[in-house]
């Protein structure tokens, strides 16, 4: 009944930015925290971000100063601004989504399906 829509992705020049886009939408009441994680090839899927309701964030030290997370509560949506693309940000990006859904209590866990950021050298 929860469906995440991530968007933005795609192939760019070492240098330059790309923003993500995760839209939750469905039977949410309330979004606990949105994270953004990622899964290079040969590596370990990491957090690159997240985002508290209250807007509090966090970064991997490998994108601090370069990556920005951000959330549209009233559109249950996070985003990731990415600038300064490296080539080793090359990775598939998946959004990760803790939420209440309506009339239940429980805290529910959602992942999106993943998008592929590649950045060329």
Avoid: H
């Avoid at 192939?11 to 949410?28: D, E, K, P, T, Y």
């Avoid at 080539?87 to 309506?102: G, I, K, L, M, R």
């Amino acid at each position: 009944q929860v469906q995440l829509v991530e968007s933005g992705g795609g192939l760019v020049q070492a240098g330059g930015s790309l923003r993500l886009s995760c839209a939750a939408s469905g039977n949410i009441f309330r979004i606990n925290f949105m994270d953004w994680y990622r899964q290079a090839p040969g590596k370990q899927r990491e957090l690159v971000a997240a985002i508290t309701g209250g807007g509090m964030t966090s970064y991997a030290d490998s994108v601090k100063g370069r990556f920005a997370i951000s959330r549209d509560n009233a559109e249950n949506t996070v985003y990731l601004q990415m600038n300064s693309l490296k080539s080793e940000d090359t990775a598939v990006y998946y959004c990760n989504v803790q939420f209440q859904p309506v009339g239940v209590w429980r805290e529910d866990n959602k992942w999106g399906q993943g998008i592929q950021v590649t950045v060329s050298s």
